[in-house]
């Protein structure tokens, strides 16, 4: 019997068909996306053993499930259902790297292009906040995956939804995960979801969070990013970094009370698309070999950069192979400790 793929990452996210006007270049229409594939390629420019976790629905391209595990990626944790499940995913980015989702065939008719077939009928899911008791299409569940995967030793939880954030980590802890990192939900990062904060953080090791979503969950009580994310750490949660963009990042240590601030590497971007899960991979790879907050926000920052310089996930794993460590030393240079 052949043996499983050694697994040392899992990565649990969604998968999306892109359809994205970058900010620079031709239109990536029909392409894979998603936190998920994003995520993982920020993981693999560093290190190796990627297990993906995620559902998608039937009519899924199973020819791009194909070109995952083409590329080194273990599949075994996606799980597709027996029935179709939108996935399409909509961007353009007409004001620089501030990403606009909705009314596609406006920004198709402002650049002069034809509206894609594939795109017919498509809208931008509504904003809501996520249940506490009914998992959607979309909600991890126990079974998704095999229990090897329960071998690796990091895993990073992208944004889902609330029931997947609430039950991951306590399965992960099973197995001999031992580095765990979240990026919540938009639904989840929502006042009325602050009393819920200490147990949803329980056993992560690292919250990784836009300054957007951040500022959301502490409307009306406080205006500092550092606060919020002293907070944040207060709840058994050693490490906060804030994704802020173009602008890179702030980093929270709750040893110490260190405080980083970390610009965004001066990459060439083409389509801001996905750098934020690109980081979030980088950060778990660094974080899992070194547990060093401030170098894994670096790796995850120069995973970011890289992203960014093309359309697409794949782009990024066929620059040289040196690239993501030179980048490294001349971003050492440029953090700031506060």
Known sequence: MESAPFIRYLIAGKLRRDFILPLNGKPALDIPGGSLI?????????????????RVGEDYPHDWLDQFTARGFDCRGIKILPSALETRYFAAYPNGDEEVSDAPLAHFSRLGLPFPKALLGYSLPA?????????????????????????????????????????????????????????????????????????????????????????????GLTDDLWEMA?????????????????????????????????PAYPARVVDPTGAGDAFCGGFLAGLRQTYDPLEAALWGNISASIVVEGSGPFYALDVLPGLPKMRLEKLREMVSKI
């Not at 994003?38 to 995620?54: E, H, K, N, P, S």
């Not at 008791?133 to 329960?150: K, M, S």
């Open 38 to 54: 994003y995520t993982a390629v920020g993981v693999r420019l560093w290190d190796q053993g990627i297990g993906l976790i995620g």
């Open 127 to 219: 904003s809501q906040v996520d249940s506490r008791v009914q998992p959607t299409d979309w909600t991890i569940r126990a079974g998704d995956f095999p229990p090897d995967f329960l071998d690796a030793t990091a895993a990073h939880i992208a944004p889902i939804d609330y029931l997947t954030q609430a039950l991951l980590p306590s399965l992960f802890r099973r197995g001999q995960i031992t580095t765990l990192t979240m990026d919540p939900s938009e639904g989840s990062m929502n006042p009325t979801f602050r009393d819920d904060i200490p147990a949803m953080l329980r056993g992560v090791s690292a919250i990784v969070c836009s300054e957007r979503k951040l500022r959301r969950l502490y409307e």
């Open 230 to 262: 002293e907070r944040l750490s207060s709840f058994d949660c050693e490490i906060v970094v804030i994704k802020r963009g173009s602008q890179g990042q702030w980093v929270y240590s709750r040893s110490g009370h260190q405080r980083w601030v970390i």
